[in-house]
């Protein structure tokens, strides 16, 4: 898998896929409009943020893109240490910038330049890589016709140093790979037109609208600019497209380092089809409160794009696995975590296989008894044997001992049966009780039909709503102190100890064992 902009981490070297094409040696024109060419492919525009290994790769992916858009570059500036002479910014513009000066007029040559004001500026930053930190792309003349009738004219030398110079473009951004994008897909201009087809049993790209892989792209250097800890990392396919794209703010990386020992991934959107294939990594704070700890967006439900996603999240999380990960019942998850996290002890989410039950079983005779009979094996047994024997009961009962979904459920029990993970830490995320369910993280933040443009915007009103409460309930618990509801000692202990929620729910476990031993009063 190849893999694009990271905010840590290295990655493998790009590629400058040129959309010019040669018959029998000549240069061939390319009917451009707007600075695109039509049916073809354009590389992501330069934007504030992007990062590069070198000058000489900045530059490269400069001249790249300008060669697709349709102008040449040049440097208008550049900056250098006085002492060491070494480069620390420059800027580079399009050939057309500007205009020369009366004494360098030759009246015999028409004037080329019309002032343009495209161009890139750049500065050496303290990571040692060249950054850009402010762009221009508008144009004010036409693009693409002049610079494929002068390339078709020049000579043999001219050639031959051209095509060393794509030999460089070859070479070039080792940091930041141009991502293909579609540029007008049949030369038609529908914006809900998809980049893709329908879903298929193993897509090799993300399922996106013209345009999406744009704002994405966009989004992610804008909030890594504004915060050095936002990390994301990008994979794409042979062909250049964008297939797994995996991304934490500052904020959530910080709460992992103290919420991340029990960690919920929910596969939701994706599996359910959204029109965004969204994935979140969550985990529950000291109030109980549902706490984002990473988010994802995968081609579809495979093994290799869950391994893919798994290994930036703990790569991203400085290679510390969870103590315990939820997930929903799936054969490639089920490969992944095992591959990712070896350690980890893999659940499944109880709430998602009793939503279930009415899909895989309601066409039974007998449903509702058959219902009841399952809810009561599932919550109500208390050891292990009488879990067994109170699900042989119900399937020699109702005869569906070739149920296959419920057969391969009781394969699956250790996993997801609440009798059989008593010992496994949960820190509150168990749904082992009826009723009790694992929702969204984004519920009521993305429907069946959210565009990922409006995500974009939602994603950071519902950090900040969940924020807020975070705050709220801190102020809370440290202004009011919880009435004693027992004469246990430890209880007075605790309530100075646990915040408010997590010490209800604590103070609910001791006054069901107070009533059942005597106690200690509380020490004066």
């Known amino acids: 898998m190849e893999e694009a902009p990271l905010s840590n981490t290295e990655v493998p070297d790009g590629e400058c896929n040129e959309i010019r094409k040669e018959e029998d ?21 330069p934007a504030v943020g992007m990062e590069f290994e070198s000058y000489d790769d900045a530059y490269n992916y400069y001249n790249c893109y300008a060669k697709e858009v349709g102008f040449r570059v040049r440097v208008k500036n550049s900056w250098f240490k006085r002492n060491s002479r070494e480069k620390y910014g420059a800027v580079l513009c399009c050939s057309s910038q500007g205009f020369k000066r009366i004494k360098d007029v030759n009246r015999l040559r028409k004037e080329t330049r019309t002032g343009c004001p495209a161009m890139i500026r750049m500065r050496l930053v303290d990571s040692k890589r060249w950054r850009v930190l402010e762009v221009t792309l508008e144009h004010n003349h036409l693009l693409g016709t002049k610079i494929y009738k002068s390339i078709k004219k020049m000579g043999g030398g001219i050639k031959r140093k051209s095509e060393s110079n794509c030999d460089a473009e070859v070479r070039t951004i080792k940091l930041y790979r141009a991502l293909v994008i579609d540029a007008g897909g049949n030369g038609g201009s529908n914006a809900n037109a998809r980049e893709v087809g329908n879903f298929t049993d193993h897509p090799s790209q993300l399922n996106l609208k013209k345009g999406d892989t744009q704002a994405i792209y966009n989004y992610l250097c804008r909030m890594q600019l504004a915060n050095p800890n936002f990390f994301y990392l990008m994979d794409l396919n042979d062909e250049g497209r964008l297939r797994n794209v995996f991304w934490v703010d500052g904020r959530s990386r910080a709460a992992c380092g103290y919420f991340g020992d029990v960690i919920y991934f929910d596969n939701t959107y994706l599996s359910n089809k959204y029109e965004i294939p969204l994935v979140a990594f969550v985990g529950i704070n000291h109030h109980g409160q549902s706490v984002l700890l990473g988010c994802g967006l995968l081609a579809g439900e495979m093994t290799e794009s869950y391994i893919w996603l798994f290994k930036a999240w703990l790569t991203c999380m400085s290679g510390r696995p969870p103590q315990t990960i939820i997930t929903d019942r799936c054969k490639a998850l089920q490969s992944a975590v095992g591959e990712v996290f070896p350690r980890s002890h893999h659940c499944f989410g109880l709430s998602h296989i009793m939503k279930r039950v009415p899909e895989k079983l309601g066409g039974l005779r007998n449903y509702d008894a058959l219902r009841k009979s399952m809810v009561k094996a599932v919550y109500e047994t208390l050891k292990v044997i009488e879990f067994e024997a109170a699900w042989g009961f119900m399937i020699q009962r109702f005869g569906v001992g070739d149920h296959e979904w419920l057969r391969s459920l009781y394969e699956d029990r250790i996993r997801w049966a609440p009798i059989y993970l008593k010992d496994t830490f949960f820190a509150g995320m168990s749904a082992a009780h009826p009723g009790e369910t694992l929702n969204p993280f984004f519920d009521r933040y993305v429907h069946k039909q959210t565009p990922l443009k409006e995500f974009l915007d939602k994603y950071e009103l519902a950090l900040h709503k969940k924020h807020k409460e975070e705050v709220l309930a801190d102020i809370e618990s440290r202004s009011s102190s919880p009435t004693l ?20 729910k604590f103070q609910y476990e001791v006054e069901e064992m107070y009533s059942c031993f005597s106690t200690n009063t509380v020490a004066r």
């Open 25 to 45: 040696g000549v240069m061939t024109e390319l009917n451009y409009q707007n600075g695109l060419s039509e049916g073809r492919k354009e590389f992501v525009a």
């Open 485 to 504: 509801k027992t004469r246990c000692s430890f209880e007075l202990q605790l309530s100075k100890v646990y915040t408010r929620e997590i010490f209800k």
